[in-house]
C-alpha cells in the first residue's frame, strides 16, 4: 500500500501561483509513475500531468500546458505540481495519483484508471 498526501492548495486570485505537492510513504517511490488529476463539482475527474518514474519525461492536459509544471524528487518520496497562470477554471479539488504499472502506451499516463493509489485531495480555488 502508497498513501499520498496532498498539500499546498489555497484561495489565489487570477493570474496568482500556487504550488503543490505530494509526499508518497513508500522506500520504492521510483518505481511508480506519478500523475496529477483534478475535479470540479459535478465534472469527472480528469488528467492535469504526469511523469515518468525517472522524471525525465512529463506529460499535460492541453488546457495547462505552458502554465503549469510537474516534477519529482525521488530522494525525497516527492511530486510537485507548479501551477502559474492561474485561471478561474482551474478551480478544483486537486488529486496525486501513483501506480505501479508499466505504461506500454505514452497514452497510459492521461488514464486515470492506470493508477492504483490516490491522495485525499487539495482545493484550489482561483478568484476572478
Known amino acids: 500500500q502508497v498513501q499520498l498526501v496532498e498539500s499546498g492548495g489555497g484561495l489565489v486570485q487570477a493570474g496568482g501561483s500556487l504550488r503543490l505537492s505530494c509526499a508518497a510513504s513508500t522506500r520504492t517511490f ?8 483534478r475535479q470540479a ?3 469527472e475527474r480528469d488528467f492535469v500531468a504526469a511523469v515518468r518514474r525517472s522524471g525525465g519525461s512529463t506529460y499535460y492536459a ?9 516534477s519529482r524528487d525521488n530522494a525525497k ?3 510537485y505540481l507548479q501551477m502559474n497562470s492561474l485561471k478561474p477554471e482551474d478551480t478544483a ?3 496525486c495519483a501513483a501506480s505501479s504499472s508499466v505504461f506500454y502506451s505514452s497514452s ?7 493508477y492504483d493509489y490516490w491522495g485525499q485531495g487539495t482545493q484550489v480555488t482561483v478568484s476572478s
Request: net charge positive.
Open 77 to 79: 518520496n516527492t511530486v
Open 62 to 70: 492541453d488546457s495547462v500546458k505552458g502554465r503549469f509544471t510537474i
Open 93 to 95: 479539488a486537486y488529486y
Open 30 to 37: 521510483s518505481s511508480y509513475a506519478m500523475g496529477w488529476f
Open 41 to 43: 463539482p459535478g465534472k
Open 108 to 114: 497510459y499516463y492521461y488514464t486515470k484508471d492506470r
